[in-house]
Each structure stands twice: as C-alpha cells, then as structure tokens.
T-cell receptor
Framework: LAKTTQPISMDSYEGQEVNITCSHN???????ITWYQQFPSQGPRFIIQ???TKVTNEVASLFIPADRKSSTLSLPRVSLSDTAVYYC???????????????FGAGTRLAVHP | DGGITQSPKYLFRKEGQNVTLSCEQN?????MYWYRQDPGQGLRLIYY???????QKGDIAEGYSVSREKKESFPLTVTSAQKNPTAFYLC?????????????FGEGSWLTVV
C-alpha cells in the first residue's frame, strides 16, 4: 500500500491560491491519486482525481510530476468556506483475488482567514 | 436519490453495552467500509467488505464486529470490548476500482459513552 505524507496544517487568506503537496513515494503503477475535502461532522467528499500530469475541474487543479512520487492540490482564490481538512488518497487497485482497502492519511487542516 | 444512509446520527451508550450503527447504500456498490474519526484526527479503517458474506479487518478492528448479509447493508457493532468507543463513525462505499468519483461517504454517526 502506498503511504501518503501531507503537512499537518496550513494557513491562508481569502483570495489567495493554496497549494497542498502530498508525498507518496511507494505509489504503484496502477494507482490513481484522489483528493477529498472534509468539513467538521461530515463525511469526506471528492474533489479531484488524476493519474499523471495535470487535471483541472471547476473546483481545483491537480499537478502530478512524471515520477508520480508526489502530487499537489491547487485551490485558486480560496474563500472562508474552503476551511476544511484535505486528504490525499492513493488507491489500492484491485488484484486478482484481492481486496480494495482505502487508507486515509492524517490530512491537511487548511484555515482560511479574512 | 442514490446515496449512503447512516443511522442514528447521534447515539449514547452506557458502559458495558453493545450498540449497532446502521449503514445502507442504494448505489449498487460492491465494497463498503467503516472508519473511525476522533476529534481533530484523520480517518482510521475499522473493517471493510468487498463482497457479500465476506469482510476483512482494518487497522483498528478490536472491539468491533460487522456483517455483510446483503449487498446494500453493512452494520457495525461496537461491543463492550471496545474500551474507548466515543468517536465519529463514517461508512463509505465504492465500486471495485478506484478510478473516478466512485467513493461515497455517509454523513456519519456520533457515538458517546455515558
């Protein structure tokens, strides 16, 4: 299983761009990288997913270098409502006769200030 | 609407009692998961199930039990053997591979020992 490492916390201000980096040195060839956002007392929700290079959606961008040993979630122009915990997840792809096992790291606690 | 339903949202347990948390999904997902989250901490995997009538222990299975008699249901029992059960419990489900937005979480259940 690929273990992930993220900063414990980050601070930003409204209107700024925030970049959160996740290290996953042991990522497997078939693994995808997925980011989730969690607000207090709620279940995590999907933000973005990628395999290599760059992925962009209406919420964020995900940058993955060629070696795939890390990834960076980029949130453009954050607002107070972006204050949450962000998790980087590297999927354990199913193998013949095996099981999926979703492992979340500790996450990054982002605080956006006025 | 499709989704995952957890119940109850809040539950109080006396010491020495077993309690069962319900998790139901109508997404036709094969895999289901239970996580525990302590205040200010990340998610820790308790149990997971890939198919009906089969499940595997996660990282913190001691003091918990599950069953998977139906594809759509994955109840979690917190037994009296769990010495510190007060926490936020999250149920999730996914398809067999992790590509795309295929992991869904319930809204969570708060368990408090009184």
């Amino acid at each position: 299983l690929a273990k992930t490492t993220q900063p414990i916390s980050m601070d930003s201000y409204e209107g700024q761009e925030v970049n959160i980096t996740c290290s996953h040195n042991n990522i497997a060839t078939n693994d995808y990288i997925t980011w989730y956002q969690q607000f207090p007392s709620q279940g995590p929700r999907f933000i973005i997913q990628g395999y290599k290079t760059k992925v962009t959606n209406e919420v964020a961008s995900l940058f993955i270098p060629a070696d795939r040993k890390s990834s960076t979630l980029s949130l453009p122009r954050v607002s107070l409502s972006d204050t949450a915990v962000y998790y980087c997840l590297v999927g354990d792809m199913p193998i013949s006769g095996g099981y999926n096992k979703l492992i979340f790291g500790a996450g990054t606690r982002l605080a956006v200030h006025p | 609407d499709g989704g995952i339903t957890q119940s109850p949202k809040y539950l109080f347990r006396k010491e020495g009692q077993n309690v069962t948390l319900s998790c139901e999904q109508n997404l036709n997902h094969d895999a289901m998961y239970w996580y525990r989250q302590d205040p200010g901490q990340g998610l820790r995997l308790i149990y997971y199930s890939q198919i009906v009538n089969d499940f595997q222990k996660g990282d913190i299975a001691e003091g918990y039990s599950v069953s998977r008699e139906k594809k759509e249901s994955f109840p979690l029992t917190v037994t009296s053997a769990q010495k510190n059960p007060t926490a936020f419990y999250l149920c999730a489900s996914s398809t067999s591979d992790l590509r795309g937005n295929t992991i869904y979480f319930g809204e969570g259940s708060w368990l408090t020992v009184v």
